[in-house]
């Protein structure tokens, strides 16, 4: 599952990415140009320029953090689902998720970063995950809505990046996006289902989209007035849509998902707009969502602190297997 | 028929309290490749405990279904080996809490299947048609749970001293519940005089010899086998069931008319 | 013995999804050795019944060719048509060939 449109500058000294041509070689430069504008796709072992490169890194380490930092929520509610049915669902999804992190990181190291180096970033706080993960999940219906409508926000970014200029970046969408399809509909189906049943359960479901709602909203990213990194990402062909497209997007899909569901979505602003023919929308908290980003959400330091705990601890079982391989390659060149 | 059921319901039991262990690390793997590898054991083991569980019902009929058998018995209901119910750490008090630890995991599921890669093959011959067809399906799963565990037992087995010294520690602790398979519960030996069931003591010799070889192969000493054999699949448990199945449950009672 | 804090090796997966077709690049992962990597890539990359055989390549026994040199490398096939069928007029009564 995945999310805002990173055009979110990592911490401490990342500066904003240079977006004016650097100064390598011309010749190289024109015809990864020219690559780009044909709508070729570039591959690892192309030349392209540094800042590109640097952008990719960014943007596909903090979409493979996300969808590690992504398994906390949901993972929470594991050990408790209701039904058995929905238990094994729900594994299969964290772990997909999990899966998802790994194809990315697999894509990211391709351009020439460990996952060791990105995992250091994520671990001293300097990377960034996707907001939406510093949200707490408080009820069971909290897995449904998570399903539905950030795995449905996730999906309406995700799938223009199965077109992205990178080759192994799209290929890794592509894999992403043929699995997630199963996550927002079990998501939905699983709201759908309590819907049928008793008051509280009904409660449980209005009250979770209630705390949720906003929240997916601002996954898309800033306001496209407010996102100067965006032009050079589609420049560049690794953003396609606009954030605000792609929210607008959203919020029109959602509303009829909504009304077939029989929960209302909290915001008095949203209704028709016969003249643009899109749904329209109340204002987005932005403050809350940068004091998000910035570290100081709800479940920032659980977040982390769980990861680098997973990490540590899990520190004596990498050295083990790496040891044993290494006395088992030394047994074998020694016979 | 109560002997099918209650045979039944030992197997599902072991099944789902493990099966719920083992998703405890999903999210928190010791490297992401392991969380997803430990997600597909956890969800083999559900599915086992389903099948199992859904046959239960049918037998009992009425309103019984899987989630009435998983989610409203309780405790001294439940039929699992207490091997299963451990937290992944050592020996603690049910209300004391230690972070979870590799070794542990993979100890308990190495001996846990290599004792259900025995026992699921006998049971393909079991009078019961639709526990035989649940075993070979099981049987594939299973070889494939030994095969990671035994895998990671050596690895961390003869892996570096740490590691050596922790899978060794968690062998200690947790070896001497393996006693509890051996010994026939009531509910056992009718399942067995039904022709239903199989007599775990055959099993004995290759589960030793399965054991062994590994231990060796990982550098590692097999425990002296004394002291206190647990109950659990009789329904005496240790302090950690509870905690287990209060958290496992609290959603479901809390909602007995809920639907999911 | 000190730790090794090193990272697991990182290995190429290519995956038969079904007998009768060849193995096709999937993705990638880290392992520490070429066993764990096969164990791996079952879990990793075959959860939605892919695949029914695996090869693993540790990804720096891969040799890859230079992308500078692609035009000399591969454009000259560019301009060999008459390997193709189509190059070949053949009158109509002759049918398939």
Redesign the interface.
């Known amino acids: 599952m995945y999310t805002q449109s990173f055009n979110v500058p990592d911490s401490p000294g990342a500066k904003t990415v240079a977006l004016a041509p650097s100064t390598e070689d011309p010749a190289l430069q024109a015809a990864f140009d020219a690559r780009i504008d044909a709508d070729g796709r570039i591959e690892p072992q192309d030349w392209m320029p540094e800042a590109y490169r640097k952008t990719l890194v960014r943007q596909i380490s903090q979409h493979a953090h996300s969808e590690?930092v992504g398994?906390?929520p949901e993972?929470n509610w594991?050990?408790?689902?209701?039904?058995?049915?929905?238990?094994?669902i729900l594994?299969?999804k964290?772990?997909d998720e999990?899966?998802h992190?790994?194809y990315l990181?697999s894509a990211a190291e391709t351009l020439g970063t460990s996952r060791d180096q990105m995992l250091d970033g994520l671990h001293s706080g300097r990377a960034k995950y996707s907001s939406i993960f510093n949200y707490p999940t408080l009820t069971?219906a909290d897995v449904g809505v998570i399903g539905w409508l950030v795995d449905g926000a996730a999906i309406m970014n995700q799938v223009p990046l199965c077109r992205c200029s990178y080759g192994p970046y799209a290929r890794a969408m592509v894999r992403v996006c043929k699995e997630e399809s199963f996550h927002q509909r079990q998501g939905y189906e699983?709201l759908l289902?309590?819907m049928?049943?008793?008051a509280?359960?009904k409660a449980m479901v209005q009250d979770a989209v209630n705390r949720w709602w906003w929240k997916c909203l601002a996954m898309f990213g800033p306001p496209d007035a407010d996102s100067p990194n965006s032009a050079q990402g589609m420049r560049w062909g690794i953003k396609r849509v606009s954030n605000d497209e792609l929210r607008q997007k959203f919020v029109d899909a959602t509303v009829p998902q909504a009304k077939v569901l029989g929960v209302t979505l909290p915001d008095p602003d949203l209704k028709w707009n016969e003249e643009r023919q899109h749904y329209d929308y109340g204002q987005i908290d932005w403050n809350e969502f940068w004091e998000t980003v910035n570290g100081n959400g709800p479940c920032n330091k659980e977040r982390l602190a769980?990861r680098v705990?997973?990490h540590n601890?899990?520190?004596?079982?990498?050295?083990?297997?790496l040891?044993?391989?290494a006395?088992k390659q030394a047994m074998k060149e020694a016979a | 028929m109560k002997p099918a059921i209650d045979y039944l319901l030992h197997l599902a039991d072991n099944a789902?309290v493990l099966g719920?262990r083992n998703?405890?690390w999903?999210?928190?793997?010791?490297?992401?490749?392991?969380?997803?590898?430990l997600?597909?054991v956890?969800?083999d083991l559900?599915?086992q405990?389903?099948l199992l569980?859904q046959l239960v019902a049918s037998l009992k009929g009425g309103n019984c279904t899987?989630?009435r058998l998983?989610?409203f018995r309780d405790t001294h209901e439940f039929r699992n080996y207490t091997l299963l119910e451990l937290p992944h750490h050592g020996p603690l008090s049910g209300y004391a809490q230690s972070?979870?630890d590799?070794?542990t995991t993979i100890v308990r599921n190495f001996l846990y299947s290599a004792l259900m890669a025995l026992l699921w093959e006998a049971l393909e011959k079991s009078t019961n048609a639709d526990l035989a067809a649940i075993a070979a399906k099981s049987l594939k799963e299973v070889r494939y749970h030994l095969?990671?565990s035994r895998?990671?037992l050596?690895?961390?087995g003869?892996?570096?001293?740490?590691?050596h010294a922790?899978v060794q520690a968690s062998l200690d602790h947790l070896f001497p519940y393996t006693q509890e398979f051996w010994a026939h519960s009531p509910a056992e030996a009718a399942a067995i005089a039904a022709g239903i069931g199989v007599d775990v003591t055959t099993l004995k010799a290759d589960w030793d010899s399965i054991v062994d070889a590994a231990l060796e192969e990982a550098t590692l000493k097999r425990p002296a086998l004394s002291g206190y054999v647990t109950e659990g699949k009789q329904g005496i448990h240790s302090e950690h069931l509870g905690f287990l199945l209060a958290?496992?449950q609290?959603?479901?009672r809390a909602?007995p008319?809920?639907?999911? | 013995?000190t730790?090794?804090l090193k990272e697991?090796p990182l290995w190429e997966i290519f995956v038969r999804s079904k007998q009768g077709l060849e193995h096709k690049h999937c993705g990638s992962?880290?392992?520490?050795d070429a066993?764990?990597a096969l164990?791996?890539a079952r879990?990793?990359y075959t959860?939605r019944q892919e695949g029914v055989s695996i090869w693993v390549v540790e990804s720096k026994a891969i040799t890859a060719s230079n992308p500078d040199e692609k035009g000399e490398l591969f454009d000259p096939a560019a301009d060999k048509i008459y390997r193709h069928p189509t190059f070949y007029e053949i009158p109509d009564e002759v049918g398939h060939m």
């Open positions: 590690i398994m906390l993972g594991i050990s408790r689902a209701p039904s058995l049915k929905r238990k094994a594994i299969a964290v772990q999990g899966g992190g790994l990181y069971w699983a289902v309590m049928t049943g008793t509280e359960q769980t705990k997973a601890e899990g520190q004596w079982v990498r050295d083990a297997a040891a044993h391989a006395k | 789902l719920q998703a405890e999903c999210g928190h793997g010791p490297i992401l490749e392991e969380d997803i590898a997600s597909n956890s969800l559900i599915g405990a389903r569980y899987e989630d998983a989610y972070s979870l590799y070794g095969r990671h895998d990671w050596v690895r961390l003869d892996g570096t001293d740490e590691s922790r958290e496992m609290s959603l479901a909602h008319n809920g639907v999911w | 013995m730790t090794a697991w992962l880290h392992a520490a066993a764990q164990e791996m879990d990793v959860r």
